[in-house]
């Protein structure tokens, strides 16, 4: 299995911060890495697909970029409602395997 | 608007089989992967596995032998089995669907999740 590796796995910021949340890929997955937003008692959202693709209707101060085994996601200009648990995921490989997730505190 | 609905028993004793179905509305099962993934309380995600349309399966090889995911695409729905169940199988589970677009997959719909509970 492929393993993903997230840093930091918590991280506490305040409103209009950036914050760079970081996965690193086992091995090469060129950019089959997704991002997902967890908030408490829900199922997560979709809001990075292919490392840098913006989902539909997602606000533009999330973004994602890297490739290969290093990623990361970016939230520029953090908000109170940005409050979660946020996961990468690959889909180079069977089975898709999540990083261990990033605790985001304000 | 696709959405998805979890149902099914929330509490499952020790080496039963727990089962779970999802409803799919608001559009076709056709043409998609449609998958089920876990959380165990407090932890992290774990994909168990998926269907595809035409009743093709994937599933993770840590639970492989436990695993029976279905497909009814008269009634819009797909399944999830897990025999041989123990309190490490307590957790949330949840039924996405796995969009492809040229190999590109990601979870772009989810249900609201079910907690099921291992206990005698």
């Known amino acids: 299995d492929i393993q993903m590796t997230q840093s930091p796995s918590s991280l506490s910021a305040s409103v209009g911060d950036t914050v760079i949340i970081t996965c690193q890929a086992s091995?090469?997955?060129?950019?089959?890495l997704n991002w997902y937003q967890q908030k408490v008692g829900k199922a997560p959202k979709l809001l990075i697909y292919?490392?840098?693709n913006l989902e539909t209707g997602v606000p533009s101060r999330f973004s994602g970029g890297g490739s290969g085994t290093d990623f990361a996601f970016i939230i520029r200009g953090l908000q109170p409602e940005d409050i979660a648990t946020y996961y990468c995921?690959?889909?180079?490989?069977?089975?898709?395997?999540f990083g261990q997730g990033t605790n985001l505190q304000i | 608007q696709v959405q998805l609905q979890e149902s099914g028993l929330g509490l499952v004793k020790p080496s039963e089989t727990l089962s779970l179905t999802c409803i799919v509305s608001?559009?076709?099962?056709?043409?998609?992967?449609w998958t089920w993934i876990r959380q165990p309380p407090g932890k992290g995600l774990e994909w168990i596995g998926y269907?595809?349309?035409?009743?093709?399966?994937k599933y993770n090889p840590s639970l492989k032998s436990r695993v029976t995911i279905s497909v009814d695409v008269s009634k819009n729905h797909f399944s999830l089995k897990l025999s041989s169940v123990t309190a490490a199988d307590t957790a949330v589970y949840y039924c996405?669907?796995?969009?492809?677009?040229?190999?590109?997959?990601?979870?772009?719909?989810w249900g609201q999740g079910t907690l099921v509970t291992v206990s005698s």
């Open positions: 996405a669907r796995d969009a492809d677009y040229g190999g590109i997959h990601f979870f772009d719909y």
């Open positions: 608001g559009g076709s099962i056709s043409s998609y992967y």
């Open positions: 269907v595809y349309y035409n009743g093709s399966t």
């Open positions: 091995q090469d997955i060129s950019n089959s």
């Open positions: 292919d490392a840098s």
């Open positions: 995921q690959q889909y180079d490989n069977l089975p898709y395997t």
